[in-house]
């Protein structure tokens, strides 16, 4: 099975076997940049990471070299989450003409086998609630009192007669938008908070201002030098600074309505989170690729 997450500004893919699940499978990647009006600013040149193609949207070469990667059979399925249609429009294009016809299932929320509580459970991203579920199977895993299950399938939560209870955790995903959800004690999503990730936050400065330019995600380093001395230093502090600012600030909110209080545990994700990690209050963790793993629990449990 191939497992898609289509976020804003980029697509990732790998592929399982029934045996497998989600570890240290080669990731593929497409990158482009959120669609927003920027007054003539030239788009920055991105630094890409191996298995990476920065394109545009509607690049159909793109999508072709991400379908072609796979040595798939036309029986194969895909699994897919999606926050962006246009790029779902250009992957089952890809998709039809490499002879996959009628293999692919888009993922919504009641295909999760965990509670939601939010007002509009259809309208709540689907990669929010991938990575949530996800991140708090993999919690409950780590508490198991010899470790990790090794090989196993990751539980959903508590075994019986074994681990010790899982607590509230808080989920990060560093991405286009910055998300900083809640999952209780019992596993519940109860929501979170939603603000502009890096990439959109410089793109958003370019666009929003006369002389300002539109740089590339990777100017911002976790620690920018301050005072900037110019304008690419300033940007680069301000940006991180509010970036850093607001998930900190709500990692602190969510522990000051928690029970559990300064114990509560963040787990981040996301191309960005490597940015954020060093500056949020332990116990905080990075976990590579939530979506596909949360994903890769559903292949797994065959819910779909």
Excluded at 50 to 66: G, I, K, T, V
Excluded at 117 to 127: F, H, L, M, S, W
Excluded at 265 to 273: E, N, R
């Amino acid at each position: 099975m191939i497992l898609v997450d289509i976020g804003n500004s980029g697509l990732r893919a790998t592929q399982v076997t029934d045996q497998e699940l989600f570890t240290d499978q080669i990731v593929y990647r497409l990158s482009w940049s959120a669609a927003l009006a920027t007054h003539r600013n030239p788009t920055p040149e991105q630094e890409s990471a191996p298995n990476q193609l920065w394109c545009e949207l509607r690049d159909h070469r793109a999508f072709d070299w991400l379908v072609s990667q796979f040595n798939a059979s036309p029986n194969e399925s895909w699994l897919i989450s999606c926050v962006q249609r246009t790029a779902l429009e250009e992957l089952n294009r890809s998709l039809v003409k490499h002879g996959f016809r009628d293999m692919t299932k888009v993922v919504v929320h009641s295909d999760l086998s965990m509670k939601l509580d939010v007002d509009e459970p259809a309208k709540t991203g689907i990669d929010r609630l991938l990575a949530a579920w996800a991140a708090y199977a993999y919690t409950s895993e780590q508490n198991q009192p010899n470790g990790p299950i090794p090989n196993g399938p990751i539980p959903n939560g508590p075994i019986p007669n074994g681990p010790i209870p899982n607590g509230p955790i808080i989920v990060i995903q560093a991405g286009t938008a910055v998300t900083v959800d809640f999952v209780d004690s019992e596993g519940v999503f109860c929501g979170g908070a939603i603000m502009p990730g890096l990439g959109l936050s410089l793109q958003l400065l370019a666009a929003g201002t006369d002389q300002l330019p539109w740089l590339g995600n990777h100017f911002v380093n976790i620690l920018p030098e301050l005072p900037g001395k110019n304008t690419v230093q300033a940007i680069s502090a301000g940006v991180n600074a509010a970036l850093v600012g607001g998930a900190s600030h709500l990692v602190q909110r969510y522990r000051n309505q928690s029970p559990n209080g300064p114990n509560v545990k963040v787990v981040v994700t996301g191309g960005d989170g490597s940015l954020l990690l060093p500056h949020i209050v332990k116990p905080a963790e990075f976990v590579e690729h939530l979506v596909l793993r949360g994903l890769c629990m559903l292949r797994s449990r065959e819910t779909c």
